[in-house]
């Protein structure tokens, strides 16, 4: 009897052992905090059109294939698209959302320059995605260089 009096204590002992032998600092299971550091690729095949109805800028974009992606964020440059520095953050999208709308009324013809990012769920970038151009605003009849609506 005396052997079983000190087995259990053993086995208590010990399974706590292997149920804190897994624990370390971090919350993550193992392997997934290289995953939410790793960025995102960016958002590809996107396009700009004048919505001819409006004259104003649709962007559309096929979403990031990334794990752990949360939304895209949308881009304008101002004044100049050569410049880091003139980009303007636009619009922040869900996971879900592939448009942007710009409801900023053009009251002359104006070319818009956009590009983006994917932003995961733990606030890491992706890289840029390609610069795309629109030509909006109302075209005047008299300027032949104004820019067009597009033909569907």
């Known amino acids: ?44 095949q996107i396009t700009a059109e004048m919505d001819a109805s409006t004259s104003n800028a649709v962007v559309e974009w096929v979403p990031s294939p990334s794990a752990n992606v949360a939304g ?21 999208t869900d996971a879900n959302t592939t448009r942007y709308y710009n409801v900023q009324p053009m009251h002359k013809p104006t070319t818009l320059y956009y590009r983006l990012r994917t932003v995961s769920a733990t606030g890491v970038k992706s890289e840029w995605s390609t610069l795309v151009q629109v030509a909006v605003g109302p075209s005047l009849p008299d300027d032949p260089d104004a820019p067009r609506p597009a033909k569907h």
Not at 7 to 32: E, I, Q, R, W, Y
Not at 86 to 91: E, G, I, N, P, T
């Open 1 to 44: 009897m005396k052997s079983s009096k000190y087995v259990l204590p053993m086995v208590v002992a010990l399974t706590l052992a292997a149920m804190l032998g897994g624990c370390s600092k971090s919350s993550s299971p193992t392997g997934l905090d290289s995953l939410d550091q790793a960025p995102p690729s960016a958002p590809t």
């Open 72 to 92: 895209c964020e949308v881009y304008q440059y101002s004044p100049s698209p050569e410049r880091e520095s003139a980009y303007v953050l636009v619009a922040t």
